[in-house]
């Protein structure tokens, strides 16, 4: 018997991290997002962290999630 999906599924296939294919695609994309930027970038994006009282991972997130700078 196949159990329901709960609330707030939204009938997609499972994210199963060890999936061969899918796996390695998702640990590729993570890393390239949160691959160090050169010096400069990163002095600025903490400046502009610090300026909003965030920290530097909060700040990164936020850029990567919005796809624009705060």
């Known amino acids: 018997m196949i159990k329901p999906a709960g609330i707030g599924h939204n009938g997609g296939p499972p994210l199963d991290p060890d999936a061969s294919w899918r796996g390695y695609v998702w640990r590729r994309a993570h890393k390239k997002a949160w691959k160090t930027p050169p010096r400069e970038i990163a ?3 903490l400046a502009r962290a610090e300026e909003l009282g965030m920290t530097y991972k909060e ?12």
Do not use: P
């Open 59 to 70: 700040y990164t997130l936020e850029i990567l999630e919005r796809g624009k700078y705060l």
């Open 43 to 45: 002095l600025r994006r």
